[in-house]
């Protein structure tokens, strides 16, 4: 990791996001979490000697990615090294309203992934996924699709001046070419969020 965050920083990168590995069958354990807390936290440390940020990104299917999980490894860590890279699609597909979630962990959000998901789960999705079946009934949507709030989520970060990194993602595009769900997600981005692209 060490080597990596020197590597970046020759590009202008200001934070590392890593993601913390498949999820057991057995899911995240207690022990688990003290394990992954004590490492976030030496790892964050070490990287803020090089000079930027660490933000661990909680993501389905992961050992990271429901509100316990989320809520002991940031309650165990100091904020000056661990942030959060939060994905507007997993965290919602995770039961959690990102919103929400962003004004909770405030300054530590080091990076926002952007990805829609299905109207009916806005706010949080109510049943888990044991996993995505990207090319036949996928989870993750063009923007605009109305599982996110994403208006509600560029008022905060209007209100918070945010000035860091917004990365658009689509995982899968099975319905249409990848070109299509890109101009659909731009037009939203720009007509709707006001967005320059």
């Not at 990194?165 to 769900?181: A, G, I, N, Q, W």
Request: aromatic residues 10%; contains cysteine; positive net charge.
């Amino acid at each position: 990791h060490i080597k990596l965050v020197r590597f970046i920083k020759n590009f202008g990168c200001d934070h590392l996001k890593i993601n913390l590995g498949r999820r057991s069958p057995e899911g995240t354990s207690e022990e688990d979490l003290k394990h992954m807390a004590t490492a976030c936290q030496e790892l964050g440390r070490r990287i803020h000697g090089e000079g930027i940020r660490f933000g661990v990104h909680a993501h389905m299917w992961s050992q990271f990615e429901n509100r316990h999980e989320i809520d002991f490894v940031m309650n165990n860590t100091d904020p000056k090294y661990v942030g959060f890279v939060l994905d507007t699609g997993h965290i919602t597909m995770a039961g959690m309203d990102p919103i929400e979630l962003a004004k909770k962990l405030g300054t530590r959000v080091v990076e926002f992934h952007i990805k829609d998901t299905k109207p009916e789960n806005r706010g949080g999705a109510k049943i888990r996924l044991a996993k995505m079946e990207g090319m036949t009934d996928p989870c993750f949507f063009p923007l605009g699709s109305g599982g996110v709030d994403f208006v509600r989520l560029k008022e905060y970060l209007d209100y918070i001046q945010w000035k860091g990194f917004l990365t658009v993602e689509l995982d899968t595009s099975p319905f249409r070419s990848p070109k299509e769900s890109a101009a659909i997600t731009r037009k939203y981005i720009e007509n709707t969020l006001k967005l320059k692209v």
